[in-house]
């Protein structure tokens, strides 16, 4: 469903902000036509009366087009007599950040209904207002709310929380309402439940006294003619499986509602835990202890999606950041709750890399960075054949994670990131349970970065170019950047020891801002690279939509690099997050480079400047450069990762959205990209890397784990030198190949 007639701007932006954009969130089929398919986005409801050949909308539930319309709950309905009721709930969370700095807006929020018709967009009235009971319960202690306040669902009055500012509060009269979550009984359409996320401050321990809460929940038995507040749903409420605190700051991100098929009385909630609850009890039972030891069985945090199977009040499937967990006893209370990974790739990778010549390594090693399960490594025995078991090395949320392919010969040296702008290096053994990591970051965690801080580490071995000193120690590949708002290097990372005096700012100034500094907080570099061949050269990428080159990396002193910005005031990039980057590995000199950036959004938000994959090309030191804008016939959805084959620099591949797209002719204006179908799950690429050797291509997936493919052209293996070679010959270039279709590639 991406498409203009979905995806149409219908926000102004001011000037300088970065263009908002669409989405679809919530899908539902009108359960007397199928036909008739509802889709519920960021802008209104869309509808479609032919099975999604044509749509009309965005369809507005109320009048007041200047606040947000984020749709987060949907819900079709049979109410008799061939008829759909819709209902739909508005619910913007209700505080901004610099990216999307309107989420203030919340004036629309509430909860509407509908009559499904035949063509055109359906009349909605409001169903939730401080006249039928949509108000607070009782305070409890932590509450912002005192017993029976109006929420003033549908007033059409923002909050208007600001972006910064401290401890601001919404003004009483106005909208309190954010993320809103409904679900309808299966059983009896009249009963329909409805939790809210809070905007102002909580300030019980387990919130924090911060926003996005727990606000509460609310019942309805007579179709939203009347509501009641759900006693013991109050964020201060809430008792984990130790009877501490149970609320927690991420209800803008943790929502869902489940009612039992049987039992219109009695329904299963979302935050971080999954809440069990009846709609005339005033306790609510945490029944997946994530965050608290006890029974019945910790499950992991962070929940989001919530199903029972048709007509059975036993078994009820969940959705989580861990991935899919199930119970057959969801009647009992607590229910039992069981892990279903089992023989599912659902991890999701921010970033990975593999180890030199992995295709035909007697024992090649990967590590990535997943989502909520930690930095995770892997030796295989031989060719890699489908899925093994990884080890834990660096807990929380993984990012980055790079591999020294030299190292000291009999091992490798693996970095590994996480929560906090933390980087560890494990010297020995750094597959095996219980490795040794010992934290080696440097002076960057006062600067302003990604939550997802990215770096590099240089591989070398591409004919012709640098390389690394052979294994040893001091030794191996031990070059490493760091991008923030700047560049950080070491050039120590195969010695003995590596600590915060080992890294220093490569930027001359030392204080100079690689970005915009438009997004506030979210101005940071995305990507920063080495150029395979040039240990001297590097990439940056930034949120806020900059490109930089830089040169003369690698001296190990402050502020020698020389960082060029090709961004070309965005008349061919366009304002929107560079993702993904990458330097052409087989370029002639170091001061002559070829580079990629991959970019995001949608070609709707800057329709001046379309496009996702732009390539630029630079004259000695950048002195002059031109962008060519290399899209093709890529669909128009987000590119987030972009990497050169060092053996074809005719072909590159390219991580979206839907998954790996590849051309074996980058070098025409307007390349033919191909879907790769080899056995890559069709998930959102973030990373892509190449060994040491060129023979295997790495994909990291955002959801079905990781993936390896033997690229074409890969040649003998590289052998290290002792000095880098500090002037390089032209590499050859070879002819494009038809496209490799090889048997399904080893799944690491």
């Known amino acids: 469903m991406l498409g203009a007639d979905v995806f149409g701007m219908i926000y102004t932006e001011p000037p300088g902000e970065f263009p908002q954009y669409n989405a679809v969130g919530k899908v539902r089929v009108d ?49 008799g007599g061939g008829n759909t009721r819709i209902i739909a709930a508005i619910g913007t969370r209700g505080f901004p950040t610099y990216v999307q700095y309107d989420l203030g807006k919340n004036g629309a929020n509430g909860i509407y ?30 509450s912002p709310y005192t017993t029976g306040a109006p929420m003033n669902a549908g007033s059409g009055t923002p909050c208007d929380y600001p972006i910064v500012g401290g401890t601001g509060t919404c003004d009483s009269s106005t909208n309190q309402l954010g993320r809103i979550d409904i679900a309808v009984a299966p059983g009896n359409a009249n009963y329909i439940y409805a939790q809210a996320q809070s905007i102002v401050w909580n300030s019980n321990t387990g919130c924090g006294s911060t926003n996005g809460c727990q606000l509460g929940a609310w019942a309805t038995t007579d179709g939203g003619t009347s509501w009641t507040y759900m006693e013991g749903s109050q ?31 009695r329904v299963f909630v979302d935050t971080f835990e999954v809440w069990l609850a009846t709609r005339t009890g005033t306790v609510w039972t945490d029944t997946t202890c994530g965050y608290s030891s006890g029974g019945p069985l910790p499950v992991h945090v962070d929940q989001h999606a919530l199903a029972y199977v048709p007509g059975s009040s036993s078994i009820l499937l969940l959705g989580n950041d861990g991935g899919t967990h199930g119970t057959t006893n969801a009647d009992q209370n607590p229910p039992t709750w069981f892990n279903m990974d089992t023989g ?61 392919p030299v190292g000291t010969g009999t091992s490798l040296r693996f970095f590994q990131g996480n929560n906090g702008g933390a980087m560890s290096r494990c010297v020995s053994n750094c597959t095996n349970q219980f490795a040794p990591w010992v934290p080696v970051s440097g002076g960057w965690l006062s600067d302003t970065r990604s939550f997802v801080m990215p770096y590099d580490l240089f591989h070398g071995g591409i004919p012709g170019g640098d390389d690394c000193p052979p294994a040893g120690v001091p030794g191996g590949c031990g070059h490493l950047n760091v991008g923030t708002t700047r560049v950080w290097e070491t050039i120590h990372g195969g010695n003995a020891s590596l600590g915060s005096a080992d890294w220093y700012v490569t930027n001359n100034p030392t204080t100079q801002n690689m970005t915009k500094q438009t997004l506030g907080n979210r101005s940071f570099i995305n990507q920063v690279k080495y150029s395979p061949k040039y240990q001297s050269v590097g990439m940056v ?86 962008w060519a804008d290399k899209t093709g016939n890529l669909p128009d959805i987000p590119v987030d990762s972009i990497i050169v084959n060092p053996n074809m620099p005719q072909q590159v591949f390219a991580g979206t959205d839907w998954g790996v797209y590849f051309t074996d ?46 690229i074409a052209g890969a040649g003998p293996s590289p052998t290290p030198t002792a000095t880098p070679t500090p002037t390089a010959t032209a590499a050859p270039r070879a002819t494009p190949t038809p496209r490799p279709r090889p048997t399904p590639p080893p799944r690491p």
């Not at 009309?56 to 079709?76: A, H, I, K, M, Y």
């Not at 002559?592 to 732009?614: D, K, Q, S």
């Not at 890397?689 to 990781?706: E, H, K, M, Y």
């Open 31 to 79: 359960p007397n036509n199928s036909s008739k398919v509802a889709a519920g986005t960021k802008q209104g409801v869309y509808f479609s009366y032919d099975s999604g050949v044509n749509w009309t909308g965005p369809c507005l539930t109320n009048s007041f087009s200047t606040q947000r319309q984020d749709v987060t709950g949907l819900e079709l309905s049979d109410v």
């Open 113 to 142: 209904s509908a009559t499904m018709g035949s063509s055109g967009c359906p009349s909605f009235t409001s169903i939730a207002s401080n006249a039928n009971g949509f108000i607070f319960g009782n305070q409890v202690p932590g």
């Open 235 to 265: 964020g201060g409420s809430l008792r984990n499986c130790t009877g501490g605190q149970g609320d927690y700051p991420q209800n803008w991100y943790d929502q869902g509602v489940a009612v039992d098929p049987n039992d219109p009385d």
């Open 344 to 404: 599912l790739n659902t991890i999701e990778f921010y970033s990975g890399d593999i180890s030199g010549n992995f295709a035909s390594a007697a024992s090649p090693q990967a590590s990535g960075g997943a989502q909520d399960n930690g930095s995770v490594s892997v030796t295989f025995a031989g060719t890699p054949t489908g899925p093994v078991l990884w080890q834990l090395g660096v807990g929380g949320d993984g990012f980055y994670s790079r591999i020294d």
């Open 541 to 626: 990428g930034t949120n806020d939509a900059n490109v930089w080159i830089g040169f003369n990396l690698g001296t190990g002193t402050q502020a020698q690099a020389n960082w060029v910005d090709v961004t070309g005031g965005n008349t061919v990039v366009p304002l929107r997050p560079v993702l993904g980057i990458a330097l052409d590995p087989t370029v002639s000199a170091a001061n002559l480079p070829v580079g990629y950036a991959a970019v995001g959004g949608f070609n709707e938000n800057t329709p001046a400047t379309p496009g996702h994959v732009f390539q630029v090309t630079c004259t000695a030191d950048c002195a002059s450069f031109t």
């Open 665 to 710: 002719d980058i070098t025409v204006t307007s390349p033919t990209w191909l879907r790769f179908e080899d056995g890559i799950s069709h998930a959102m690429v973030w990373d892509m890397q190449i060994d040491r050797g060129s023979t295997t291509l790495s994909v990291w997936t955002r959801s079905r784990g990781a993936y390896a493919y033997p």
